[in-house]
């Protein structure tokens, strides 16, 4: 059976779960992306161009008249690919309302149509703007979807159609993502809640090739802090330099390892001087995955996401470490558990992430690093990811 994802970019996580899910010998995974860097890639996510053991199919991203992106000779290729599921999200879905002549076709040729929603950024249909706007991260609220009701009230609106009259199915990473998109009028049951890892197999080889090298000199700080994420304003990470500021007083072993770059690079590192703490923060630059990155985490104590997020929690809950955050993109609530494995700080609250911080500090750090490895073995890593979408599309099969 193929399946086609219909994605701005792949990068390299993308890659690695995809392949995973291909490994059934009852799905055939292709992917359809621009052959330049796509407009819903945002700044500074990494694009990998590795091989992939999937047939990835490169076509031209073009302007549609409603101003959003999709792709030229995308019905050929589907027919042609003889396509049985077409996995897509927003904004690529939006082509099948505004051109009904291409969703006739693909009804017509049996082809289910899954809608891969991301669970943060979608209201409620009964949701007001103001309550959204209360429940989501600060982060988020200067994105265009809040800039008028108009925007709010037609972004609903095209959901409602979507799930009405056009998803056969649909695939969101989260338990509560099945209640936000049921709100829309499709079935529960045809809702998946597929969740989020990295390639955990692979994360798990690198660290035990690590610890085999008998030449490895690594030392573990306690008190050493470690964020990885894109250098951007919704990463809070600035947030994470202050309260460095505050706890080095009480805590002269205290350092900050930063993994990523971006815009506020120069900002942070600006911050970082003026606060007097070049000595205990270090910029590593972008790190993507493999030894490098796993040796960081290694020498880490904490692992700390100040402002949205996802997939890093998973990556330094396979090397152990506690986990603070605060409002992620929602995955937070199937990996961090108050007190089992870390803690929550109010979302942009300096005084309650350097409290979350001191918690962990007070505590069995190495019990809750322990329990963040069990819960990623058992809850949450790639073949249990990959199993849920496979189950889901021997459920939408014709």
Same mark, same amino acid.
């Given at each position: 059976m193929k399946v086609v994802f219909v994605f701005g970019g792949l990068p390299h996580y993308l890659i690695k779960l995809l392949s995973k899910i291909n490994e059934s010998s009852k799905v055939e995974i292709l992917t359809i992306s621009p052959d330049t860097r796509g407009r819903t890639i945002g700044n500074g996510v990494h694009l990998s161009d590795e091989d992939t053991a999937f047939k990835s199919i490169k076509l031209v991203e073009y302007n549609t008249w409603y101003n959003k992106p999709f792709f030229k000779n995308f019905y050929s290729t589907i027919k042609s690919e003889n396509t049985k599921i077409i996995v897509l999200g927003w904004p690529y879905f939006l082509a099948l309302i505004f051109n009904p002549l291409l969703l006739l076709k693909l009804k017509y040729k049996k082809i289910k149509i899954i809608v891969r929603e991301i669970p943060f950024s979608v209201p409620y249909n009964h949701?007001?703007? %103001?309550?959204?706007?209360?429940?989501?991260?600060?982060?988020?609220?200067?994105?265009?979807?809040?800039?008028?009701?108009?925007?709010?009230?037609?972004?609903?609106?095209?959901?409602?159609?979507?799930?009405?009259?056009?998803?056969?199915?649909?695939?969101?990473?989260?338990?509560?993502?099945?209640?936000?998109?049921?709100?829309?009028?499709?079935? %529960?049951?045809?809702?998946?809640?597929?969740?989020?890892?990295?390639?955990?197999?692979?994360?798990?080889?690198?660290?035990? %090739?690590?610890?085999?090298? %008998?030449?490895?000199?690594?030392?573990?700080?306690?008190?050493?802090?470690?964020?990885?994420?894109?250098?951007?304003?919704w990463k809070n990470v600035d947030l994470l330099i202050r309260a460095v500021e505050l706890l080095k007083p009480n805590y002269p072993e205290i350092e900050l390892a930063i993994i990523g770059n971006g815009e506020e690079e120069g900002n942070l590192k600006e911050l970082t001087k003026s606060l007097n703490l070049t000595n205990q923060i270090k910029f590593l630059g972008a790190i993507y995955e493999g030894e490098a990155q796993s040796v960081e985490f290694l020498k880490s104590g904490i692992y700390v996401l100040a402002g949205m997020g996802g997939l890093s929690i998973n990556e330094a809950m396979c090397h152990s470490l506690p986990i603070i955050c605060s409002i992620a993109d929602g995955t937070e609530k199937h990996l961090v558990f108050e007190g089992v494995n870390g803690y929550y700080f109010e979302d942009g609250n300096l005084e309650s992430l350097t409290e979350a911080i001191k918690h962990v500090w007070s505590n069995d750090i190495d019990l809750l690093g322990s329990n963040s490895l069990k819960i990623i073995e058992d809850k949450i890593n790639i073949q249990i990811v990959a199993n849920n979408f496979n189950n889901a599309f021997a459920l939408n099969k014709n």
């Amino acid at each position: 059976m193929k399946v086609v994802f219909v994605f701005g970019g792949l990068p390299h996580y993308l890659i690695k779960l995809l392949s995973k899910i291909n490994e059934s010998s009852k799905v055939e995974i292709l992917t359809i992306s621009p052959d330049t860097r796509g407009r819903t890639i945002g700044n500074g996510v990494h694009l990998s161009d590795e091989d992939t053991a999937f047939k990835s199919i490169k076509l031209v991203e073009y302007n549609t008249w409603y101003n959003k992106p999709f792709f030229k000779n995308f019905y050929s290729t589907i027919k042609s690919e003889n396509t049985k599921i077409i996995v897509l999200g927003w904004p690529y879905f939006l082509a099948l309302i505004f051109n009904p002549l291409l969703l006739l076709k693909l009804k017509y040729k049996k082809i289910k149509i899954i809608v891969r929603e991301i669970p943060f950024s979608v209201p409620y249909n009964h949701e007001s703007r %103001k309550n959204f706007t209360l429940r989501c991260a600060e982060s988020q609220r200067n994105e265009k979807i809040f800039t008028s009701f108009f925007n709010f009230s037609i972004t609903k609106l095209f959901r409602k159609l979507t799930y009405s009259f056009i998803a056969d199915s649909a695939f969101t990473y989260t338990d509560v993502g099945i209640d936000i998109l049921a709100s829309y009028g499709i079935d %529960k049951n045809k809702i998946f809640a597929t969740y989020n890892s990295p390639d955990t197999d692979y994360i798990f080889k690198t660290i035990k %090739k690590i610890e085999s090298n %008998k030449t490895s000199t690594i030392i573990k700080n306690k008190f050493r802090i470690i964020h990885v994420g894109r250098l951007v304003k919704w990463k809070n990470v600035d947030l994470l330099i202050r309260a460095v500021e505050l706890l080095k007083p009480n805590y002269p072993e205290i350092e900050l390892a930063i993994i990523g770059n971006g815009e506020e690079e120069g900002n942070l590192k600006e911050l970082t001087k003026s606060l007097n703490l070049t000595n205990q923060i270090k910029f590593l630059g972008a790190i993507y995955e493999g030894e490098a990155q796993s040796v960081e985490f290694l020498k880490s104590g904490i692992y700390v996401l100040a402002g949205m997020g996802g997939l890093s929690i998973n990556e330094a809950m396979c090397h152990s470490l506690p986990i603070i955050c605060s409002i992620a993109d929602g995955t937070e609530k199937h990996l961090v558990f108050e007190g089992v494995n870390g803690y929550y700080f109010e979302d942009g609250n300096l005084e309650s992430l350097t409290e979350a911080i001191k918690h962990v500090w007070s505590n069995d750090i190495d019990l809750l690093g322990s329990n963040s490895l069990k819960i990623i073995e058992d809850k949450i890593n790639i073949q249990i990811v990959a199993n849920n979408f496979n189950n889901a599309f021997a459920l939408n099969k014709n």
